[in-house]
């Protein structure tokens, strides 16, 4: 039986066709676009942080708020996107 097992995994798994169809590049560059614009968007809110706080009139702390919220639910809506996708 160990013998069985040995040979099994002795061996090299080879591919004559790509296994996810060739869509794995497509996932990848995806995945890379929409965490540069969903990090991007995030950190603009510190370019933009003393223009908010005087549109707003409001203290730092107040306006901090908003990045706060935004990685909150980044953070926590990560498990969601996974069981969906």
């Known amino acids: ?3 069985n097992k040995l040979k099994l995994c002795s061996k090299a798994n080879v591919y004559t ?3 996810d169809g060739g869509w794995g590049w ?3 560059v995806s995945f890379f676009f929409v ?3 969903t990090y991007g968007i995030i950190k603009t809110f510190g370019v933009f942080f003393n223009d ?3 549109s707003f009139n409001e203290s730092n702390s107040r306006i901090s708020w908003i990045i706060s919220i935004c ?3 980044l953070t ?3 498990p969601l996107a996974t069981v969906l996708s």
Request: net charge negative; charged share 15%; glycine share 0%.
């Open 1 to 3: 039986m160990t013998q």
């Open 76 to 78: 926590f809506s990560a």
């Open 26 to 28: 497509a996932v990848a």
């Open 71 to 73: 990685v909150f639910v």
């Open 35 to 37: 965490e540069v614009f």
């Open 52 to 54: 908010l706080m005087d």
């Open 17 to 19: 066709e790509v296994p």
